[in-house]
């Protein structure tokens, strides 16, 4: 059985991505998981690899604000879509929402060894910025397939649930 030869006459086609408000030029192939290049490309590590299957939930970004698993998602399929990272997610539609949750996690203790955690606080905000008062029903459906190896399932609901209760008292903008 013959091998499929080297892909050498293969050219990176430049695109641009709109990642964290602001315009960016990345030239990779387009079947390049969108993880690879916030990663590799353009620096910003705070998306994790985890399974590279969309299954644990580390690699959550807010595409046009939802929260989407990037290490499936070819960077191809995003031209015109807002991509929103840990590193942006606090100036983004979500700010306030990401504010809030970060600001539960810390009082409430919830991170234990953390690598899960930028993929929690994406979907956490996400869930809260469409659902101001959302139920252990709502959260769980919302957290799904957010993997946390150290099982802080409980301290997560909690965060959540003390963070939709800040976000509710705050002042309409």
Same mark, same amino acid.
């Given at each position: ?13 430049? /695109? ?72 942006? =997610? =606090?100036?983004? &539609? ?29 979907? =956490?905000? &996400? ?15 919302? /957290? ?18 003390? &963070? &939709? ?9």
């Amino acid at each position: 059985m013959a091998s499929e030869p080297m892909r050498d006459d293969v050219t990176p086609t430049p /695109m641009v991505l709109q990642v964290n408000g602001r315009a960016v030029t990345v030239a990779v192939e387009g079947d390049t998981p969108l993880l690879f290049v916030l990663r590799d490309t353009l620096g910003l590590t705070g998306s994790k690899y985890g399974c590279g299957i969309a299954a644990c939930g580390a690699c959550t970004v807010h595409l046009d604000g939802r929260p989407e698993r990037s290490c499936v998602r070819p960077v191809s399929t995003l031209a015109g879509t807002s991509i929103t990272t840990i590193e942006g =997610a =606090a100036d983004g &539609a979500s700010g306030a929402a990401v504010a809030a949750v970060q600001a539960a996690w810390v009082a409430l203790d919830v991170p234990q060894c953390g690598y899960c955690q930028s993929g929690q606080v994406m979907a =956490a905000s &996400a869930l809260l910025t469409t659902t101001p008062a959302p139920t252990d029903a709502d959260i769980d459906r919302a /957290m799904e397939g957010n993997v946390c190896r150290c099982g802080a399932y409980p301290r997560i609901r909690a965060g959540i649930h003390q &963070a &939709a209760a800040a976000l509710r008292g705050m002042p309409k903008a």
